[in-house]
């Protein structure tokens, strides 16, 4: 099978039309016809098949066709009146499916049209998106959909909607960072594989992903989704991950990824992010506009099927217009990405661009907007379902018929080419048992433990049993105690020091041997920040000293407990387990830097840090960024270039240490 195009009766199956007939083949009527059409007939190439499709559409469909909202499922996978009127009314083919998948839901009671959605499982997960794709079966033509969805297959602590989902029922591995950490191309060829598995199996058959951006920006809180601040080791990932994903070619059991956020999200002005009116400018001083552009070169050339342009403004770029975000930028969209770097597919603009986050343009009405979106080569509006403003600006003559045909041509390639046309449908069974499996989450702890990374080992790690005591006596905090009851744990006491609102931290037994404390940053979630990251007066705030008496930060456990623990049990008996959703800063003030061992991880369990702490497993993994050895050194360093000077670098990219064999 090649580019959509079948050699041999593929798999057909039908909902809502009959089955046609002819050389002892089946196809579907799809336009119900009682004939074979075009575009019906899974041998024909798929230009043919595209041509003739586009012919029988009218200008409402292809309209229709460059829009793409979030549609979430009901309580227990039911159908919403929202998937109606999108598909009958608006004419839409694509949809963002943000809902949580998980083995155990908790019913909320709620109506399924919320932005995050209601938890379902992953059988409710498949009927759902089988019941919306018969709705798309018994429309005029019949033109199947496509689900996408946010990264959802990592140990995340603070998913948020429109950002990524919790991995819930699906395997869980590291964060992007953790697998950059891991350095290992194969387990990220099997992740990519297993994650095209479990996806597939619920119907979800496209991503809003990678992102190729690069963390040259510590301030900027989208970091925990990048991989590296290193622009080859990125291109080689993004490369991986677009040919085991999406395949040497888009097929019937492809993931397709929209790589974004092109040109490169990394460099932030003052950390900013362009979700936000004070983030809207990207800045180069160090002249790497190049450096963030050779992920995304590495994309295309890997055969990305779909690119999202970012919201920023690339101040001071040679690709005209630079006043106004990427989605309207004719020379970032169409010179850079078509022309320079060759891309074929379609053009993603980011969710909202339309209204809220149309920088540079927010003089300019709603359809002023849309018309410099198309203009400068986007292809489908995120966020944007009102079919009629589009039709009225073919109807009226200023958005051409021919330039809306270009963008669908490209949209149907998609589809055609993932096979949705001949069998969009999924076993929910299948779903049921094959998603999150023993066998996938057992590749996935493995990813997990090569992620960790041992930046600092005073204390002679692993640690292990004396020959005096039957059993070590350990203070945790930020882990969960319960996982110590397995025989593999017999001899460890494990006493937990989390406490809760209200509550003070208990008395710390004398016969402590180690304490083993996990840390986690995050930002309070606050009105007008829904997507994360630290007031704008506060961005710059990344040592932890500053961030613990911030009012948008938020570490835990405290830093006064920490520090209180380090005191009472022995800074050089204390294990600090990291997790570095931003490269924040051990500033000397902190007193973090006293401690026998630092740990930095990126998404992982409680089992897997454990593991490495106690010798089980050894740690090997690198650091995907470079840390600072002082607070001045974020605010200093070039937004687009990667690292620090020598003179602020505490631990450099690629550090990491190792056990002695």
């Known amino acids: 099978m090649g580019q959509g195009t079948y050699k041999f009766q593929p798999d057909i199956e039908v909902r809502a039309v009959d ?29 043919a098949r ?12 292809k309209v229709g066709m460059m829009l793409i909202n979030t549609l979430n499922a009901g309580e227990y996978g039911r159908m919403t009146e929202r998937a109606v009127e999108f598909i009958d009314k608006e004419k839409m083919t694509r949809f963002v499916f943000r809902n949580s ?8 009671g709620g109506s399924g049209n919320g932005f995050r959605g209601v938890q379902i499982t992953p059988y409710e997960a498949a009927q759902f998106m089988n019941s919306v794709q018969e709705v798309a079966e018994s429309t005029r033509l019949g033109i199947p959909l496509l689900f996408k969805s946010n990264a959802r297959n990592h140990m995340s602590y603070d998913a948020r909607a429109g950002i990524n989902v919790e991995a819930g029922a699906f395997s869980s591995w590291p964060k992007e960072s953790g697998l950059a950490a891991t350095r290992d191309m194969e387990l990220i060829a099997d992740f990519s594989k297993i994650m095209a598995q479990e996806w597939t199996s619920i119907g979800l058959r496209g991503m809003y992903g990678y992102m190729a951006d690069l963390s040259t920006e510590p301030r900027w809180y989208r970091i925990h989704e990048t991989f590296t601040e290193d622009s080859e080791l990125a291109s080689e990932i993004i490369s991986t991950l677009v040919k085991n994903l999406q395949g040497e070619s888009l097929n019937s ?53 779909s690119i999202m342009a970012y ?11 630079n006043t106004v975000g990427m989605a309207f930028s004719k020379g970032i969209l169409t010179d850079l990405l078509r022309k320079k770097l060759k891309f074929k597919g379609y053009i993603n603009s980011d969710t909202g661009i339309i209204g809220a986050r149309a920088w540079g343009l927010g003089n300019k009405s709603i359809v002023e907007q849309i018309l410099i979106a198309i203009e400068a080569g986007t292809d489908v509006l995120s966020g944007f379902n009102d079919n009629k403003q589009l039709f009225d600006l073919v109807n009226s003559g200023r958005l051409s018929e021919s330039r809306v045909d270009l963008s669908v041509k490209r949209l149907l390639t998609e589809q055609f080419e993932l ?27 493995i990813a997990q433990r090569k992620s960790i990374v041992l930046l600092q080992s005073d204390m002679n790690l692993p640690i292990a049993l004396t020959e005096e005591k039957d059993f070590l006596v350990l203070l945790t905090m930020g882990i969960k105690t319960d996982m110590f009851q397995e025989r593999t744990w017999a001899g460890v006491k494990a006493v937990s ?38 007031s704008p007066d506060e961005l710059d705030l990344l040592a932890f000293s500053d961030m613990a008496t911030s009012k948008s930060w938020e570490i835990t456990p405290s830093l006064e407990d920490i520090q209180t623990i380090m005191k009472t049990v022995g800074a050089d008996k204390t294990v600090l387990s990291i997790d570095f959703r931003q490269p924040y800063v051990l500033d000397e003030p902190s007193g973090l830097l006293n401690a026998g061992a630092i740990l930095a991880t990126f998404g992982v369990s409680d089992a897997a840090l454990m593991d490495i702490v106690t010798g089980k497993f050894k740690p090997t993994g690198k650091l995907p960024f470079a840390l600072a050895n002082k607070p001045e050194a974020v605010v200093t360093q070039d937004p687009d270039a990667p690292g620090y000077p020598e003179k602020d670098i505490l631990f450099p990219f690629g550090f990491g240490l190792t056990y002695e064999p």
Do not use: C
């Open 497 to 534: 020091g989390d406490y809760g609102p209200g509550e003070t931290m208990s008395s710390i037994r004398e016969d402590t041997d180690y304490a083993i404390i996990r840390v986690h940053v995050t930002n309070r979630r606050v009105e007008g920040r829904r997507y994360g990251g630290a």
């Open 101 to 108: 998948v998980t083995q155990n839901p908790v019913r909320s």
């Open 19 to 47: 089955l046609l007939h002819q050389d002892q083949l089946k196809f579907k009527d799809l336009n119900k016809n009682n004939k074979l059409d075009v575009y019906e007939d899974w041998r024909k190439p798929i230009d």
């Open 419 to 445: 096979g949705l046309f001949e069998n969009p449908y999924v076993n929910p069974n299948r779903a049921a048992y094959l998603i999150g499996n023993a066998s996938f989450q057992r590749k996935a702890d």
């Open 50 to 61: 595209i041509e003739d499709l586009l012919n029988q559409m009218t200008v409402e469909e």
């Open 253 to 305: 059991k492809s993931v397709a990824l929209t790589i974004k956020h092109f040109p490169g999200g990394g460099p932030q002005e003052g950390g900013g992010d362009p979700h936000y009116d004070f983030g809207k400018n990207q800045v180069y001083p160090a002249n790497r506009f190049d450096y963030h552009v050779a992920p995304f070169q590495a994309a295309v050339d890997a055969g990305a099927s």
């Open 311 to 321: 919201y920023g403004i690339p101040v001071g770029q040679p690709y005209l217009p």
